[in-house]
Structure formats: C-alpha cells, structure tokens
C-alpha cells in the first residue's frame, strides 16, 4: 500500500490526492514510507551523528552539486506546523509534522513555497523581524507526499548549497537515526577511516593530572611499542566514507579494546538534544578547542549525560599492572557494518609522568558535583554544580593590571584552564574603578590580541573588564548599475570594542526588512513595497553599551 501511494504521488498529483484522502480517512497514513526530499541522485555530505564541537549533527546533509535552487519535496504527508528564518542556525527551515508521530525538518532553504513566503513576509513587518519563528495548525498548510515546499539554499549557518534533513521524534523533540530505520540507503561499502589517535597519561593523585603522551597523526602507520604510564586512555579521529563523495561522516560506533576485552565504546543510535549537549565530556576537548577536529576520548566522565551509549570498564581507563607487552585495538564501525581497526603494542614505562605544574597558577580542588567559587582580590567566579564533567584542579592568576589608554580598567584575570570543557558557564565578578561618566559603557572583555565582548557569564578563559564609547560604524557599499526592482542594498556596519548588539533600517520612516550578517546589512528593494521615485534610507546601528550611530542615504528607485 505505502508503495502504491508513493508511485503515484511523483507521477499522477490529481489522482495521488484521491488516493491520500481515501488513506487518510482510512487512518493508513502511519504505514507511510519517506521518499527523497530531492530529485538528484543520492549523496550525502553530513550523516547522523557527526562530531560537531558543541553539539551532534542531528540529520542528513544532501548533495546538490553545488547550485542553488533544486525543488525540496515533502518526504511524507502532513502539515507545516513551524517555519522559521535567521540569518544563523538553520537560515530559511521549515518543519513538517506528519500523522505517524514523526517531524521532518528541512534547513537552509533558498526560499519557500509562495505562499508559505508570503506568510514569513508578513509576519517579518508586523514584527519588524528578520529573525521570526511561526507555528500553524493542520488546516494552514497540509502536505501531500512529495509536494514541493521549497528550494534548496545555503541560508543560515551553512557552507555551501545543500539540503539539512531531519527526521525527529516529534513528542519528544529527539531526532532520529532513521539510516539505521533503512529509509535512505546509499551505497555504502567502504570502512571508516582513522586520522589521528593520541594517547593520555593520567597521574595517580586524587584529582589526577592529564597530558597527552602520543600524537599519533599516522595512526594506521605505527609499529614501534608505544611506552605509556601506568594509568593512560586514548582519543581517537575517525570518520566514515561513501561511495561517490569524499564527505568525512559520522562514525556510528567506537570501540576501545585492551588486550581483547573492551575497555570503551560508544555507540550513537538516537541523540537527543539534551544528552548531545553532553559531547563536551565525550570528546577530548583541549584538542577541538585549538582549531582540530573532535577526537572521541575513552575516558569517561562522572558528569555525562550520554551514558546510555557508552560501556566501559574502569571508566575507559586502560591500566597497566605489569611490564609485559599489551595491546590496544581501536574499532571504528559505520551505520552499514563496515569496520575499521588499528592495533597498537603498549607497554608500561613508570619514567612517564605528567609535567611539572605550572606554579605561578593558585590551584584549588574543585568537584563537579558542588558549586564552587574562588573569590580573590578583585575577582570572584562561581561555577554552578554540574558545570564539570570532572573533579578538576582549578587554576587561576592575574596576569596584569589596569590600561586606560588600551581599553582595559580592571585586572586581567585567566581564570582556570580554557582546555577543560564546562557544561555550564560560571558567573564572573571584576572589580573595576570606572569614572562615573563612563558607567554604562563597561563590559565583560575576553582577554587576547583584541579585546572582544562576553557576558558576565563565561567559561575558562582569560578576561578584564573593558569600556566602549564608540558607535558603530556605518558604511554603504558602492553598488554598480541603476536602483530597479529586486536590486540589493549593501551597508557595512562594524563595532569594534563590545559589538554590534542591533541594526534597523528604515525607509521613508517605515521599518524595512534586512537581514544584518557578518558586518552586513542587505536589503532587496521591491516593487510591492516601494513606489517609483525619490526615497530615503536611515540606518540605525547600537553596540552593546548602548552607544548607536544613524547614517541616511537618498535614492530614486
Ligand atoms: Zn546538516
């Protein structure tokens, strides 16, 4: 039955509706197989599961070949109950719910279906909004299977054209692994591949230390028995292939074995967003953090709410009780059962031991399961319980004092070590003696090359308090050719101290829609908005101190 309606709904529309409403009343609709979002061959450039730094890559990334524009059909019937549209994030996404309990949801469309847009548009000026997010009940917009709902973009946060795809849970909002359901099957016969394996001592104090003991960026190349101490686990970068695309994709298991029983794996099966925005305990985080990629480390924290798909014995820890030459066997393994394994000779060398620390660093004992806070000369942080994974070794000095002429009224403090992830930020206080005309324009600065703005809630880092008087600046960028229906205003606005916090554009004193991205503000200039002749353009930009600069131009459209 669901392949009858799938062949008639991409060939014969009329009919296919016919056959939907007799299903539909039939309440036949949960037996509904997904087809392709898209009619061009299937490739995928990002599958579920993938280590994205911060969170896991919750659905497909389809292939288009670079252009924009391809149509995006309904993978099932249903209704569009959410659109939303930012310059970040998903860009243009739409969100389909469907009778069998699922949602699936496309993201960084070039545009919507025309009367989806219309409705985007006009909730975009009732709000003076670039940014909106609307939900519509079933009657707004119901889907048939295969309908076409939109074209392919690269809107958002997105780096090239492709099509996101998920399909999610949609009572419990978890997205869903659905390559391991079979609905999308590409050819898939080639094994994970490994690019870099390191190893990590770890010392036998109460709080132990970690340094890394190898950085293995050959890792498939080494023969040699690799000398670790007594207590050691491994981080492991591999992803899988597919035929006909050179994407890096998720891995879908990690296995950690030592001398043949498994000290480590983790399995990705359905990742929900809550247990994802654990991935910070489940990586190693210092190497991520310097620009690498996400090695998964088999180490596991107290404070990880993805246990459900990890095992591990000793908590992923390999031990070495003896002199003897041991093995370590790292499985990678993808969603279509293709593996991959590297295998090391280990051997214990009690001569290893963690560096000598740092003693310009204040260190404090600090538990993931308690609040905690330091409180010193002019700083204070307090970190809520459950921001670790780990018990740490807080660090923390003040490495300078204050610097009108550079910005900086306040002491520099590095405050513990940035390589050690949080789940959670901590609250930091730095006193500051700030001229009472400049109250208002001080804030929270991140320590480095340049001054940048953070919030008073901040993880491990390096800041000072800093204060910005200056506006933004505003600049329109030359354009070439007449102003005509459809043509694109340009205007750079930049803050170089706390930050552009808002923009508005205006013209003849009525809110127009912009999208404000990457020091950019652009505009489209539309007959159904504007009349032929003179108009006038203001520009309003504000810095998050508060501080806003105007810039107004004239043109004849
Ligand atoms: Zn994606």
Known sequence: MAQFIFLHAKGMKGFASL???????????????????????????????????????????????????????AIKSGYISRVSVSPWGYGNGIYLTHPDGTMSVYGHLLAFREDIAERVEAAQYEQESFTVNLTFGPEDFPVRQGDIIGQVGNTGSSAGPHLHMEIRDAEKDIPLNYIALGCYTPLDKSAPQFHRVCFYGLDDSPISEVWRVHNLIRPTEVRDTLALPARSYVAVDATDRQEGTGAKLAVEEYRVLLDDTLAFSFKVGDIGFEEGRYIKSLIQFGESRRGGRDLVKSRVD?????????????????????????????????????????????????????????????????????????NDSTMTYMLPAGALYNNINFTYRCIGGPDPAIGIWSDIWEVGDPDIPLQLPGALEIAADIPEELEGKAYMANYGPTLSYTGVNVRFGTYCVAVDTAAPTIRFLERKGDIVNGSTIRIRVRDDASGVESTRVEIDGNWYLSMYK???????????????????????????CGNESHETREFTF
């Open 302 to 374: 107290p404070n990880n709410l993805l246990a459900s798909h990890i095992e591990s014995r000793n908590d992923g820890i390999l031990e070495l009780r003896d002199d003897a030459v041991h093995t370590v066997r790292i499985e990678a393994l993808d969603e279509h059962g293709n593996r991959a394994a590297v295998r090391y000779r280990v051997r214990r060398d009690e001569m290893l031991q963690a560096p000598q620390a740092d003693s310009s660093l204040t260190r404090l004992p600090w538990l993931w399961y308690t609040q905690n806070v330091v």
């Open 518 to 544: 990457r020091d950019i503000i652009s505009l489209e200039l539309k007959e159904d908005r504007l009349a032929p002749g003179k108009h006038t353009i203001r520009i309003t930009a504000t810095d998050r």
């Open 19 to 73: 056959v939907l409403a007799l299903v539909l009343s039939a309440g036949a609709l949960a037996q509904e197989r997904p087809v392709r979002p898209l009619d061009v061959p299937m490739s995928f450039s990002g599958t579920y599961g993938e280590l994205r730094h911060d969170h896991f890559h919750g659905g497909l990334d389809w292939r288009v070949g670079g252009q924009v524009g391809d149509p995006i059909h």
